[in-house]
C-alpha cells in the first residue's frame, strides 16, 4: 500500500483522510467512496495495490477498482439528484389511482370527505446504489415534525379531517451531497353535513326549531296563564259557592229565628185569641146566669104583695137586664177577631169565604170557632144561643159546604 496513504473504515464511514499543514487530518462530507461503504465486507477488508494510483478492494460483489488519480468530478456521480412522487392512491374502499409521476403539481386536488384515506408512493433514483438513499416525511397541518429517515418509500394517512394539507417528502443520497425535497399540497373538503348548504339548512332548521319552541313556549305559557286563570276562578266560585252557603246559613238563620219570632207571636196571638175567647165565654156565661136570675127575680115579684115596690123593681130590673144583653152584643166585637184569626190561620176565613161564597157572617164565625176546636157547649155563649140553636147551625153549614154524612164537620174545617 503506497506510503502515506491512510483509510478510514467503519460501518458507517469509508475514504482517505487529507492530512492538513498542521499535521491533522480531515475527511470529506459527504465520502468520496460512500457508495463503496454498502458494498464493503466489514472486518474482512481487503486492498491490492497494482500501483500507485489502481487499486483493487474486494466486496460483496466481487472487486471494485479505484483509480485514486481520476477526477473526483467525473467519477460519473449524477449530475441531478431528485425525488418525484410517483402514485397516489385513494385507499378507502379500494386502491384508486389519483394521480401518477409528478415532478411538479400543476393544480391543488379537491378531494371528497368520503376519500380522507391517502397513501404517497415516492422514488429518488440512484442507480449505482439504490440502499443509499433514505427518505422522511411530513403533513403539514396534521404531522408535529419530520419523520426519521429510512428507505421506506410509501406513506399512507387514513380517516384525515377535513381542511389543507401538503404532503412533503425528502430524500438523502448518501453518494451525493445534497439533499431534496417535493411537496404534494391537497384538501379535503368537508362532508356534506359540514358543507355551506348543509350550514344554510342547519340555519334554516335551528330558526324554525327556535321559532317552534318560542311558539310552544308562548303557548304552554298561555296555557299555563289561562289554567291558572281557570283555577283562580275556580277558587273565585268555590269562595263564591262558601260564601253563598255561608249566607244561605245565616238566612236560614234568620228566617229561622224570624220563624221562631212569628211562631212565637201567633202563639202569643193564638193564646191571647184564646184567652179572650175563654173570658167572653165566661163573661157572657155570667151574664147570662145574672139574666136569669132577674128574670126570676122579676118572676117572683109579680107573685108578691109588694105591689107599691114593684114599678121600681121592675123598671130597674128591665134597665140592668137590657144593659147585660146590650153588653153582650157589644163584647162580640166580631172585625177584631176576624183579624187576630186570619192572622194566625193564614186568611183561613177570606179563603173560606172565597171557595163557599153563600157562607153568612154567623156562619164564619161558627166555622172560626169550629177551627178553634171548641165544643157546641162553648160557643152556644159565644153565639148567644142555645146548644140547640148551635147543633142548628151546624147542619145548615154541613149542607152549604155539601158534605157527606161520614164526613166529620169540624175535622174538613180544621184540615182546610
Known amino acids: 500500500m503506497p506510503t502515506g496513504v491512510i483509510w478510514c473504515i467503519s460501518s458507517y464511514y469509508f475514504d482517505i483522510p487529507k492530512k492538513q499543514k498542521n499535521g491533522r487530518y480531515t475527511v470529506d462530507q459527504p465520502s468520496f467512496f460512500a457508495y463503496l461503504k454498502n458494498n464493503l465486507i466489514i472486518g474482512f477488508e481487503h486492498f491490492n495495490t497494482i500501483d500507485s494510483s489502481n487499486i483493487l478492494i474486494s466486496t460483496e ?27 397516489v392512491f385513494l385507499t378507502n374502499e379500494k386502491d384508486s389511482l389519483l394521480s401518477g409521476y409528478l415532478t411538479q403539481q400543476q393544480a ?42 429510512s428507505e421506506n418509500n410509501s406513506k399512507e394517512y387514513t380517516k384525515l379531517p377535513k381542511g389543507t394539507y401538503s404532503f412533503l417528502v425528502r430524500a438523502r443520497n448518501e453518494l451525493a451531497t445534497n439533499i431534496v425535497e417535493t411537496s404534494y ?24 326549531i327556535i321559532a317552534l319552541l318560542i311558539r310552544y313556549i308562548r303557548k304552554k305559557s298561555t296555557e299555563g296563564a289561562r ?18 252557603a255561608d249566607t244561605q246559613e245565616k238566612e236560614k238563620e234568620i228566617v229561622s229565628l224570624k220563624n221562631q219570632k212569628l211562631q212565637y207571636e201567633l202563639r202569643h196571638k193564638s193564646q191571647e185569641l184564646a184567652n179572650s175567647t175563654m173570658n167572653v165565654i165566661r ?14 127575680i122579676h118572676e117572683d115579684m109579680n107573685k108578691s104583695d109588694t105591689e107599691k115596690l114593684q114599678p121600681n123593681i121592675r123598671k130597674r130590673l128591665k134597665i140592668m137586664q137590657q144593659e ?12 177584631k177577631f176576624a183579624e187576630n184569626f186570619d192572622l194566625i190561620y193564614e186568611n183561613y176565613l177570606k179563603r173560606l169565604k172565597e171557595r163557599f161564597p ?14 178553634m176546636g171548641l165544643s157546641s157547649k162553648d160557643m152556644a155563649p159565644l153565639l148567644n144561643v142555645s146548644y140547640r140553636s148551635v147543633e142548628m147551625c151546624r147542619y ?3 149542607q152549604k159546604l155539601d158534605l157527606a154524612r161520614d164526613v166529620n164537620l169540624m175535622d174538613f174545617l180544621q184540615e182546610l
Do not use: H
Open 108 to 149: 391543488i386536488p379537491k378531494l371528497k370527505y368520503r376519500d380522507n384515506s391517502i397513501r404517497f408512493e415516492y422514488t429518488a433514483p440512484e442507480y449505482r446504489d439504490e440502499r443509499a438513499v433514505t427518505y422522511s416525511y411530513r403533513l403539514e397541518n396534521f404531522d408535529s415534525d419530520w419523520s426519521a429517515w
Open 324 to 335: 147585660i144583653k146590650q153588653n153582650i152584643e157589644r163584647d162580640d166585637n166580631w172585625k
Open 283 to 296: 163573661k157572657n156565661e155570667i151574664l147570662l146566669e145574672l139574666n136569669k136570675i132577674i128574670e126570676k
Open 396 to 398: 145548615r153549614i154541613r
Open 185 to 208: 399540497p391537497f384538501t379535503i373538503l368537508p362532508p356534506w353535513y359540514e358543507s355551506l348548504w348543509a350550514i344554510m339548512v342547519y340555519t334554516l332548521l335551528l330558526i324554525g
Open 358 to 371: 153563600e157562607l153568612t157572617k154567623n156562619d164564619l164565625r161558627l166555622c172560626a170557632y169550629l177551627k
Open 227 to 244: 289554567k291558572m286563570e281557570i283555577q283562580k276562578e275556580q277558587e273565585m266560585q268555590e269562595k263564591e259557592k262558601i260564601f253563598q
Open 61 to 87: 460483489n466481487g472487486f471494485a477498482w479505484l483509480d485514486r488519480k481520476r477526477d473526483k468530478t467525473s467519477t460519473g456521480l449524477p449530475q441531478s439528484f431528485q425525488i418525484m412522487i410517483q402514485k
